[in-house]
């Protein structure tokens, strides 16, 4: 199990009554803490919550510092940036959606990160991956895993486990988002749960390479 590090999320600013309304993401940790992220305003896109990603960066704290950290399905970008503020070296976004990624290059420009700390790609997550596959380009400390709730998971974690050392570095992780409704299996290729959190609606699979 890893430790517990120091805390760190995103705090949800919005409208009392109206929390999906003119949402507000706000760093409140690390080297952009108390800097402010746009949001998407469509109900389409749903952020993780501020507790769910607290959670999540106590956790992944001692293996942060100079990792490279891939969003898969980034939406805002809110947890790549977490990433980055807390001295993750690279950041890789992806998501399938044009406007997403303009977004995410939006809050990155706010941020000043400087280029070579992050790319972004409009890319569908499995043929992202596969793509990643065949090119042999460089591994993931940590890849974060977080689509639509009504996504097919199956596909891309077992894209993952499959081609576990072209993607993931020795020692890395995939965490996996989804509702606490949906049970992911325990493994998926050379991929094995070694965790599960779960947190209302939501829960955090993390698996680690066998």
Do not use: W
């Not at 990433?83 to 990624?101: E, N, W």
């Not at 400087?114 to 065949?134: G, I, P, S």
């Not at 974060?144 to 993952?160: K, N, S, T």
């Amino acid at each position: 199990m890893d430790p517990v590090g120091v805390q760190i999320c995103l705090l949800y600013v919005g409208p009392r009554g109206h929390p999906l309304d003119q949402r507000t993401l706000r760093i409140i940790a690390g080297k952009y803490r108390g800097r402010r992220l746009k949001s998407p305003p469509s109900l389409e896109t749903r952020p993780t919550s501020d507790r769910l990603r607290e959670t999540l960066f106590n956790i992944l704290a001692p293996r942060i510092k100079d990792a490279r950290f891939l969003d898969l399905c980034a939406g805002s970008g809110a947890v790549g940036i977490e990433a980055l503020s807390r001295g993750a070296a690279h950041a890789m976004f992806v998501d399938q959606s044009r406007p997403m990624c303009a977004l995410i290059e939006t809050n990155l420009g706010a941020l000043n990160v400087e280029q070579d700390d992050f790319d972004v790609l409009a890319a569908e997550a499995l043929e992202f991956l596969r793509r990643r596959v065949t090119q042999g380009s460089e591994l993931f400390d940590l890849i974060y895993f977080d689509p639509p709730y009504a996504a097919d998971y199956e596909m891309v974690l077992d894209c993952i486990g499959d081609h576990t050392k072209s993607l993931l570095k020795e020692d890395g992780r995939v965490l996996a988002e989804h509702s606490r409704k949906l049970d992911l299996n325990t493994e998926y290729g050379k991929l094995r749960r070694y965790r599960e959190l779960k947190q209302g609606e939501s829960c955090l699979s993390f698996y680690e390479a066998s």
